[in-house]
T-cell receptor, first 114, second 109 residues
């Protein structure tokens, strides 16, 4: 079956512009996660959604970052007024339920802020 | 102190060698331990999962957990060039998955 998909695969933007990243989770997965991976670094948790519950935004690095999810489907991560330090790969994962269920990752969106 | 520490390498070994990858963690309340493999320009994929101290084997891979030392390991036997990837340890704790930095591994034919 289809895995997690993300778009765009690459995004180059100028400092100060807004960007929107999209994630399509595996159908039927109630939990969705966003991570950031800087070059040569591990994954940094940003936010998760579980069903219709309020998202856990505790990992968002600043108020320039926001995310939405429509029901149990598509999610978008928006970064406003991008900065050079936002350059990273943004990974999305989904799991059947929130918790220790296996997280399946998408290929990521590589964001470069010039 | 980071919650999960992992030697970033890089690590380069000849084909057929035994590889040992390690992580330490700081919170004794952490319960679930995972290893992910990430090929270049791909998302991580779960390799192994365990929640108890001791060893868990899956083919050429063995995951080892020592909760008393807060130390986890992944062993790869008879390593193959196709094992070349970044290996990330991940621990479920504080209501989220906390990742190590990842170790970049190259198996040379």
């Amino acid at each position: 079956g289809a895995g997690v998909s993300q778009s765009p695969s690459n995004k180059v933007t100028e400092k100060g512009k807004d960007v929107e990243l999209r994630c399509d989770p595996i159908s039927g997965h109630t939990a969705l996660y966003w991570y950031r991976q800087r070059l040569g670094q591990g994954l940094e948790f940003l936010i998760y959604f579980q069903g219709n519950s309020a998202p856990d935004k505790s990992g968002l690095p600043s108020d320039r970052f926001s995310a939405e999810r429509t029901g149990e489907s598509v999610s978008t991560l928006t970064i406003q007024r991008t900065q050079q330090e936002d350059s990273a790969v943004y990974l999305c994962a989904s799991s059947l339920f929130y918790g220790t269920d296996t997280q399946y990752f998408g290929p990521g969106t590589r964001l470069t802020v010039l | 102190q980071k919650e999960v520490e992992q030697d970033p390498g890089p690590l380069s070994v000849p084909e057929g060698a035994i590889v040992s990858l390690n992580c330490t963690y700081s919170n004794s309340a952490f319960q679930y331990f995972m290893w992910y493999r990430q090929y270049s320009r791909k998302g991580p994929e779960l390799l192994m999962y365990t929640y108890s101290s001791g060893n868990k084997e899956d083919g050429r891979f063995t995951a080892q957990v020592d909760k008393s030392s807060k130390y986890i390991s992944l062993f790869i036997r008879d390593s193959q060039p196709s094992d070349s990837a970044t290996y990330l340890c991940a621990i479920w704790g504080a209501q989220k998955l906390v990742f190590g930095q990842g170790t970049r591994l190259t198996i040379n034919p």
